[in-house]
């Protein structure tokens, strides 16, 4: 059973940061690439970073520079840490577990809300 728990989110001005956890089971953490998705308004839901168990990670366009996806395996927690952040960075981001190719993911958790506002 996929059990994620996503945290950190929040109201955040222009150029502020904010770092996103995400904690799973031993088993999920220690066999798994994970993945940070996010969901605008009105928008579909997008990849925003995955790192893999060998910790190579991948940054979708968008946030490549200003967003880190690491990997604590002590906590079995997987961090997003966001910088410089945009008003455009506005969404509900969730934390996945990648099952085996891009698009096959695990079931999705209530998100954490990021608003980044003036």
């Known amino acids: 059973q996929v059990q994620l728990v996503e945290s950190g989110g929040g109201l955040v001005q222009p150029g502020g940061s904010l770092r996103l956890s995400c904690a799973a089971s031993?088993?999920?953490?220690?066999?798994?690439?994970m993945g940070w998705y996010r969901q605008a308004p009105g928008k579909q839901r997008e990849m925003v970073a995955t790192i893999t168990r060998g910790e190579t990670a991948n940054y979708a366009d968008s946030v490549n520079g200003r967003f880190t996806i690491s990997r604590d395996k002590a906590k079995n927690t997987v961090y997003l840490q966001m910088n410089s952040l945009k008003p455009e960075d506005t969404a509900v981001y969730y934390c996945?577990?990648?099952?085996?190719?891009?698009?096959?993911?695990?079931?999705w958790g209530p998100g954490t809300q990021v608003t980044v506002s003036s």
């Open positions: 031993r088993s999920i953490f220690n066999n798994y690439a």
């Open positions: 996945n577990v990648i099952l085996g190719g891009p698009g096959d993911l695990g079931p």
